[in-house]
């Protein structure tokens, strides 16, 4: 595994080694856009599944970085698929994608399906859906490559540099009187398909399966939110009241991103099982714990 201390590795190899899988795990301190160390490692370790879960995650890095940023994502696709392709061919390839590779939908548009257009707007949006696109054409060439297109999860543990984590603990703050009792935003009128992170690591193991034929697979709830309702039911689960500022840093345009994810539960039998509403209160009490802590 790629990205191993990540927000999703950290949980994910526990469930991995859970159901009997001896996990070799990397972080920062593998090179993925190093080829030859890919490989190396390959080699070594010869697996029956690669996950490949290291990227720069972030829109605004990949705004700030987009060297690294397509450094990082494209080429260090490119390593595992090769490494992949070299040293262990019969190795299941997990690339975790991101729905962010479709763009936005027009209001009132269905949800996206695996066969909609990739219309990546962002850096990171742009270097992910490369990515799967060369997953794609290694799979042609006979890698047993399964692509995620994973619409935004949120749980425990997830850094404040994404949108609920960071409302989460901003409200906390305010609460805990460490802050003036001012909340900075983005656009609140962006519609998000939510998940609870543990919802999405259920989907991975799912799609480690080897009956799961390979190929795109959206993990995705099916229901859009609009990310201002999701900031109004974290302030009443902080108890807080707070003055709503946007941050111009903060602000994208309005998008609406919903997945239909029928592919996934068809093949897998997939579905999400933890609420919106609880989601959101782990988020919260994840952060009244960190604060109370600190």
Known sequence: MTGAAGFVGRRLVPRLEGVGWEVTAHDRELDVADETAVEQVVSRVKPGLIVH???VTSVQESRS???HTFAVNFLGTHSVLEAARRASPEARVLLIGTAESYGSAEPGAPSFTESSPLVPGSPYACTKAAADLLGA???QRGVDVVRTRSFNHSGPGQSDTFVLPSFARQAIEIGAGMRAAVLHVGNLDSQRDFLDVDDVIEAYLRLTEPDV???AYNVASGVGRRVGDALDAIL???GVEAEIRQ?????RPTDITVGDATKLRDATGWEPRVSFEAMLARVVDDWR???SAA
């Not at 941050?247 to 602000?251: A, H, Q, T």
């Open 213 to 215: 034929p390979a190929g």
């Open 236 to 238: 009443e689960l902080a």
């Open 137 to 139: 054409s290694y799979q």
């Open 289 to 291: 714990e960190r604060v």
């Open 53 to 55: 879960l290291a990227a």
């Open 247 to 251: 941050d111009p840093e903060r602000l």
């Open 65 to 67: 970085a987009p060297d």
